[in-house]
């Protein structure tokens, strides 16, 4: 069993950037990687996933440009850099780990993290 952990959330205004990490308790290098993220009264929607290797990626359109997904498989991390946030950002987000690739959905991920609150604002 993997457990993950995520922090870095917190209030930003709009413009501004936040930088979120994802512990996990064991080794996740044979895993892909995502971030997911669920606002208020909306669906869970992917944000961006890593593979295994670190060389391919996969970013939603609302973020593609702006965020950037990273791994590090020795640390067992995974983070996600988040520029230019826009109000419509403001969501929990999630670290999850699995067997699936760049567009596996959601219920194809094995382990979830409970989430950090992002909330941009001015």
């Known amino acids: 069993q993997v457990q993950l952990v995520e922090s870095g959330g917190g209030l930003v205004q709009p413009g501004g950037s936040l930088n979120l990490s994802c512990a996990a308790s064991?080794?996740?290098?044979?895993?892909?990687l995502a971030w997911f993220r669920q606002a208020p009264e909306s669906e869970r929607e992917v944000v961006a996933v890593?593979?295994?290797?670190?060389?391919?990626?996969f970013y939603s359109g609302s973020v593609r440009g702006r965020f950037t997904i990273s791994r590090d498989n020795e640390k067992h991390m995974a983070y996600l850099e988040m520029n230019n946030l826009k109000f419509e950002d403001t969501a929990i987000y999630y670290c999850?780990?699995?067997?699936?690739?760049?567009?596996?959905?959601?219920?194809?991920?094995?382990?979830w993290g409970q989430g950090t609150q992002v909330t941009v604002s001015s």
């Open positions: 064991a080794d996740v290098s044979q895993y892909t």
């Open positions: 999850a780990a699995g067997d699936g690739g760049l567009r596996a959905p959601s219920r194809e991920y094995r382990f």
């Open positions: 890593i593979k295994s290797s670190g060389l391919s990626r």
